[in-house]
């Protein structure tokens, strides 16, 4: 049976990189890495010690997924508008022939 290898960390180590992550402009994911944490491990101790900053992320994160959302409609309109002028350019090229 695998038995999961829990490391614990000294609540002074938890505290200071939950306030590292919370002061920092970079992604806590980054933070983590950083760190040389899981990412879950340090998004829990941001939760705790620091509520705000997840939800903040949570914001900008829908924020770029509307916004890619809105590009990816855009660009597929796009394609169609070039597709159509691509066959009307070919159906003139072949009757002026």
Known sequence: MNKRHTTHYPEEFKVSSAKLA???SQPVSQTARDLGIHPT????????????KL???KITLSEAEIEL??????????????DILKKAAAYFASEAL
């Open 22 to 24: 919370h002061e920092s």
């Open 41 to 52: 491990t340090l998004h829990d101790w941001v939760a705790k010690y620091y509520p705000s």
């Open 55 to 57: 939800s903040r992320e």
């Open 69 to 82: 959302k809105q590009l990816r409609k855009e660009l597929h309109r796009v394609k169609q508008e070039r």
